[in-house]
């Protein structure tokens, strides 16, 4: 009888340690969310990660860009790539949750894309090469970043037929990835995309992004000097001062989905710089006037030590959720991310559910973008 007893005074205390435990790691559950996707695009050639091993601890991913298409296929963009990638892999040491990704393409390499994905036998030469630099330079995926298919970039060939094979190079780049990350590690295909309708007009997110681990929206450069009007770059909403329409952030990322794409594939991109404009309309401090001056970029950290020169003065604008600089002295106007807006941006991101945030460039940063986006993930 006494054993019984003891028996089932131990299971008692067994089943309330056990409950005890599942609500409490429960609880644990809650507490802690999944940590965001932080993805930061570094230049090749001379611009690189240089000793900041402990901001890699935070990065999720590091976008290698770029390699360059010639011939049809994948190559080195720079004589310094190997030795490049090669360090990018030791901060795996710090970080080994860390993924490496190769960027091919850009702004300035894309020209021969439409070329290199035109034919069945032309796209598995460029899906084989992509896969060889991968395993040539021991890295974890592969990031596309077409700019852009069936539409101009920099003096890039393009055709109606891009909407297509952009979804066919993709399929076939996923079915390598996947034969040899069964054998090996899981394999990442990413690609960047325009921040806008047209982009999405022409390819088809809905089929291709069965192919993709996540995409990365490149929101920013919605001004880049290039027309006689001055504007926000990189904004997360629409400006009360522009009533010529325009974009934003969450106007892209609303477009995105509609055009099929889950919201948590998405990643919202972001600029570690800005873009200035002379000449402008003091109007309004330059925001949404015409200009006839030069034109041109500052990476955040210029523009941070610049803060500092009362020549310059920042401004807010709050429908935009969006700062800007307005120089008097040579009519200045000069549209950028700083760490209030970079926040508003983070909120975003988690109360929509967003799959992360990505950055263009590292090495434009001091400090203070990157320890933003740290402190809110």
């Not at 002379?278 to 941070?304: C, D, E, F, H, M």
Request: hydrophobic share 35%; glycine share 8%; with cysteine.
């Amino acid at each position: 009888m006494n054993k019984i007893r003891m028996v089932l005074i131990f299971t008692i205390v067994c089943l309330i340690s056990c409950k005890n435990t599942v609500v409490n790691n429960s609880k644990e559950n809650k507490i802690l969310p999944k940590r965001k996707k932080v993805i930061a695009y570094v230049m090749g050639g001379n611009n690189n990660w240089g000793d900041n091993n402990e901001k890699a601890k935070q990065i999720t991913h590091i976008n290698y860009a770029f390699a360059n298409i010639e011939d049809g296929k994948v190559v080195e963009g720079y004589p310094t790539d190997g030795e490049n990638l090669k360090k990018l892999n030791q901060l795996k040491q710090v970080n080994k949750d860390l993924k490496i990704l190769i960027s091919i393409g850009g702004w300035g390499w894309s020209k021969n894309f439409s070329d290199a994905v035109l034919t069945e036998k032309s796209r598995e030469i460029f899906a084989q090469s992509a896969v060889d630099f991968m395993l040539k330079h021991n890295i974890d995926g592969i990031d596309l970043d077409w700019e852009y298919p069936g539409q101009r970039g920099d003096n890039n060939k393009f055709r109606p037929e891009d909407k297509e094979n952009f979804t066919a190079i993709l399929k076939l780049i996923r079915e390598r990835l996947n034969v040899i990350s069964a054998k090996k590690n899981q394999y990442l295909l990413t690609i960047a995309t325009g921040a806008n309708q047209k982009y999405l007009d022409h390819t088809n997110m809905k089929e291709a992004h069965q192919y993709l681990d996540f995409i990365n929206i490149m929101t920013y450069d919605f001004f880049t000097g290039g027309s006689n009007r001055t504007g926000h770059h990189a904004n997360l909403y629409k400006s009360e001062f522009n009533n010529e329409g325009g974009t934003s952030a969450s106007k892209a990322v609303e477009e995105h989905i509609k055009a099929g794409i889950p919201i948590k594939k998405l990643v919202l991109g972001v600029p570690f710089y800005g873009r200035w404009r002379k000449g402008v309309n003091p109007k309004y401090n330059g925001l949404y006037q015409n200009s006839t001056g030069k034109r041109g970029s500052y990476s955040y950290k210029t523009i941070a030590d610049s803060l500092s020169n009362s020549t310059f003065v920042s401004y807010w604008d709050n429908k935009a959720s969006a700062p800007y600089i307005w120089r008097s002295k040579d009519s200045l106007f000069l549209t950028y991310e700083n760490p209030k807006s970079l926040k508003i941006k983070l909120d975003y991101i988690n109360n929509n559910e967003l799959g992360g945030i990505m950055f263009w460039q590292f090495n434009g940063d001091n400090g203070e973008l990157l320890t933003t986006i740290l402190i809110n993930n």
